[in-house]
C-alpha cells in the first residue's frame, strides 16, 4: 500500500507536566490475572503527571454496557481507571482490540480521548503517538477490516447483539490470535517510509507505538527514530512489563515488579 499521510491533531503538555508515561498492548483479561494485578499495582501508583495508554488496553472490549454488568471484569477495570484518573491524567486511544470504547466509557473512567495520530508538544520537542496499526501497510486483509470495523454501521450491527453473544465471539477472537501466534505466523511490521513520510510531516522527530509486541528503538534517517512499546505479560519468563517514561531528559524504558 502506498505511504499516506492523515491528519494530526495536536496535544501541548501543560507548563506543570515533568513526567509522562506511554503504555500499550497490555491485552487485559480476566483470564491473565497476573498482568491485571500488574497493572492495577501502575495505575495506582505512578507518579507520572499524565498517563498515555496508547491502544489495545483490552484483550477484546465488547461494548461499554460490560461496564454495567456487575462484578464484570470490564466494570472492574473501569473502577480501577477511574480511580487513578483521580491522581493523574489519563489519555485513551483506541487499538485493534478496544476500537469499540467510546465516548460514554471514557466519560465514565474519566479519561481524555486521542486521535490517532496526534502530535505531544512536551519539553522543546514534538512526538507523534500512535497506536501503530496504521502502519503497518503490508498487512493488506487487516487494514481492509480496519476500514470496516471502523464504520458505524458494522459496530451498530454487533453492538445490537446481546452482550451475551458478543463474549462468546470475543472468545473466538482470542482462541483464533493465539492459533496464529502458535503457528509462528509472521506479523506485519511497520512501514518505515510511512513513518518517515508521518514524522517529516509532524514536523517531529520521534514516533512512539505499540501494536507490533517488538519493543525496540530504530534509527529511520539521521534525527529521526520510532521507538515501539512493549506488550505486558506478567506470566512470561521472564515477566514482560515495562513503561516508557518521558521528561526533561528524554526517553527511558523502565522496567515493573510483577505483583
Wanted: aromatic letters at 8%.
Amino acid at each position: 500500500m502506498t505511504p499516506t499521510v492523515p491528519r494530526f491533531e495536536e496535544l501541548t503538555a501543560p507548563s506543570h507536566w515533568r513526567t509522562v508515561e506511554f503504555i500499550a498492548d497490555l491485552h487485559l483479561q480476566a483470564g491473565e490475572p497476573a498482568t491485571v494485578r500488574a497493572w492495577q499495582n501502575y495505575v495506582r501508583t505512578t507518579q507520572a503527571d499524565a498517563v498515555f495508554l496508547l491502544g489495545d488496553i483490552f484483550e477484546v472490549w465488547v461494548g461499554d454496557d460490560a461496564l454495567l454488568e456487575s462484578g464484570s471484569f470490564e466494570a472492574q477495570a473501569g473502577a480501577a481507571l477511574r480511580a487513578a484518573a483521580r491522581r493523574t491524567a489519563l489519555y485513551f486511544m483506541h487499538g485493534n482490540r478496544d476500537f469499540l470504547a467510546s465516548a460514554a466509557f471514557l466519560q465514565h473512567c474519566g479519561m481524555t480521548g486521542l486521535h490517532d495520530p496526534t502530535v505531544l508538544a512536551f519539553a522543546g520537542q514534538r512526538y507523534v503517538l500512535t497506536h501503530g496499526d496504521l502502519l503497518c501497510l503490508d498487512d493488506v486483509d487487516y487494514q481492509r477490516f480496519r476500514v470496516l470495523a471502523r464504520s458505524s454501521a458494522w459496530q451498530q450491527q454487533f453492538l445490537a447483539q446481546p452482550l451475551a453473544a458478543r463474549r462468546t465471539q470475543a472468545r473466538g477472537i482470542r482462541q483464533e490470535s493465539e492459533t496464529r501466534k502458535q503457528s509462528g505466523a509472521v506479523y506485519a511490521d511497520v512501514d518505515a517510509d510511512a513513518a518517515r513520510a508521518w514524522l517529516q510531516a509532524a514536523g517531529a522527530r520521534t514516533l512512539i507505538h505499540g501494536h507490533t509486541h517488538r519493543p525496540a528503538d530504530h534509527d529511520l534517517a539521521p534525527g529521526l527514530r520510532r521507538v515501539v512499546l512493549s506488550d505486558w505479560d506478567a506470566a512470561a519468563l521472564p515477566p514482560r512489563l515495562e513503561t516508557l517514561r518521558l521528561s526533561a531528559r528524554g526517553l527511558e524504558r523502565v522496567p515493573l515488579a510483577p505483583t
